[in-house]
C-alpha cells in the first residue's frame, strides 16, 4: 500500500464536521477504496472550545487557516468556510502555490475566482476538486467530467436550490404565502445566512455557471447567467399554474442557442407529470443531455450534512486514487472565453 494521505480541514460546520464523522465510521471502507489510508492531520474554524460532539483532541489546530493552507504535513488542504473571496481566495491559493490539493465545497468562491484558481493548480500540477459545491450529494461533477466525456453536451438543465423547491412545493401544498413559508424556511435552518442568495437564485445560478463551464469547455461566466428569483411568486400564481397542469419551479438551463450560449436560472413553468415537476420539497434534480448518452436524470439531497460531506469524500478518494481528471473537465487554459 503507497503512503498515507494526510488532510487538513478548513471550517468544521455541518459540511466539515460530516467528514470528520465519515473518516473515522467509514475508515476501513474508504482505505480499501482509496488503496491507501487517509489521515486527518489539522484543522481550523473559529471557535476551538466550542463543543462539537467529537474529539479533536488528537489533532493540530491552526487559528489562521493560511497556516493550515501551507502546513508541510497536509497533502490535501479542504476548503470548508465559504465566502467568494478572502480568507477562503487566499487560503486555497496558498495552498495550491504551496503544492497541495484544494477540495472545497464553495460555489461562490468558484463562480468568481474558478477559472484563475483553476489555471494555478494546473500550474502546480496539482488537483482543484468541488463535487460539493453543486447539488450536494448528486454526483453532477462526476457525471459530466467523467462519465459523459464523451459526449457534446446539448444542454443542461436543472432544480439546483433545494430551499426555493421546498418553499415552493410548501407553497402548493399547503396553500400558504410566500412570507410565511420563507419564515418556515428560515426557522428549519434552510436558508443560507444572506437569504437572498436562496431566492434571488444566485446560489442556484453560481452552480448553473459552474456545471455550463464543464459541458461547454467555456470559462465559468456569473454574469451571464439571467436569474430572477422566486420573491415575487403568489399562491394566486401557484394555484393557477396547477389547474393548468404545471407547476413553477426556479428552473436553470444552459444551452447554446443560435444567439450563442445562453444561461437561465429562473421561475419557469413544468409540466406536472415531468420529473422535475414532480421533484417535491429540499430535493434537487439535475439532467444532462448527451449528444450520445440521451438525456440522464440525476436525483437527491443537495444540501445537509450527509450528501454534502460523501461529495467531499468522493473528492478525497480521487485524491487518494491519483485520479488527475481536469478541475473543469478540461485543461483550464483551453476554455473558451464566451463575453470577451
Ligand atoms: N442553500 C442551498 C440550497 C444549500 O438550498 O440548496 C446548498 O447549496
Excluded at 494555478?120 to 450529494?137: D, H, P, Q, T, W
Excluded at 412545493?169 to 400558504?176: A, C, K, P, Q
Excluded at 421561475?267 to 414532480?278: D, R, Y
Excluded at 450528501?307 to 483550464?332: C, E, H, L, W, Y
Aim: with cysteine; charged share 20%; hydrophobic share 40%.
Amino acid at each position: 500500500m503507497s503512503s498515507i494521505l494526510k488532510i487538513g480541514i478548513a471550517g468544521l460546520g455541518t459540511v466539515g464536521l460530516g467528514v470528520l464523522k465519515i473518516l473515522s465510521s467509514h475508515s476501513e471502507l474508504i482505505t480499501s477504496r482509496s488503496g491507501r489510508s487517509i489521515e486527518l492531520k489539522a484543522i481550523s474554524a473559529r471557535s476551538k472550545s466550542k463543543n462539537r460532539g467529537v474529539s479533536l483532541d488528537d489533532l493540530a489546530w491552526e487559528s489562521n487557516i493560511i497556516d493550515l493552507a501551507k502546513r508541510s504535513d497536509i497533502d490535501v488542504f479542504i476548503e470548508l468556510i465559504g465566502g467568494d473571496d478572502d480568507p477562503a481566495k487566499e487560503a486555497v491559493e496558498t495552498a495550491l502555490k504551496s503544492g497541495k490539493h484544494v477540495i472545497t465545497a464553495n460555489k461562490a468562491l468558484l463562480a468568481k475566482h474558478g477559472q484563475e484558481l483553476a489555471e494555478l493548480a494546473e500550474k502546480n500540477n496539482v488537483s482543484l476538486k468541488f463535487e460539493a459545491a453543486v447539488a450536494g450529494g448528486i454526483p453532477a461533477i462526476k457525471t459530466l467530467t467523467e462519465s459523459l466525456a464523451g459526449n457534446k453536451i446539448n444542454k443542461i438543465m436543472g432544480v439546483m436550490n433545494g430551499t426555493c423547491n421546498y418553499i415552493l412545493t410548501r407553497m402548493e401544498n399547503s396553500n400558504l404565502a410566500y412570507e410565511t413559508v420563507f419564515n418556515e424556511a428560515q426557522k428549519l435552518g434552510y436558508l443560507e445566512a444572506d437569504p437572498t442568495l436562496d431566492v434571488g437564485g444566485i446560489d442556484a445560478g453560481h452552480k448553473l455557471a459552474i456545471l455550463t463551464s464543464i459541458a461547454f469547455g467555456t470559462q465559468i461566466d456569473f454574469a451571464a447567467v439571467d436569474k430572477q428569483g422566486i420573491e415575487l411568486i403568489s399562491v394566486q400564481d401557484i394555484e393557477q399554474t396547477r389547474e393548468m397542469g404545471y407547476r413553477i419551479k426556479l428552473l436553470g438551463v444552459s444551452q447554446i442557442t443560435d444567439e450563442g450560449l445562453e444561461q437561465r436560472m429562473q421561475p419557469c413553468l413544468v409540466s406536472a407529470t415531468s420529473p422535475i415537476g414532480q421533484l417535491e420539497n429540499a430535493m434537487n434534480m439535475i439532467i444532462f443531455d448527451g449528444d450520445n448518452s440521451g438525456q440522464v436524470i440525476l436525483r437527491g439531497a443537495g444540501a445537509g450534512e450527509g450528501p454534502t460531506s460523501s461529495a467531499v469524500m468522493s473528492d478525497i478518494i480521487d485524491i487518494a486514487r491519483g485520479n488527475k481528471v481536469p478541475t473543469f473537465g478540461q485543461s483550464a487554459t483551453s476554455l473558451i472565453k464566451m463575453n470577451p
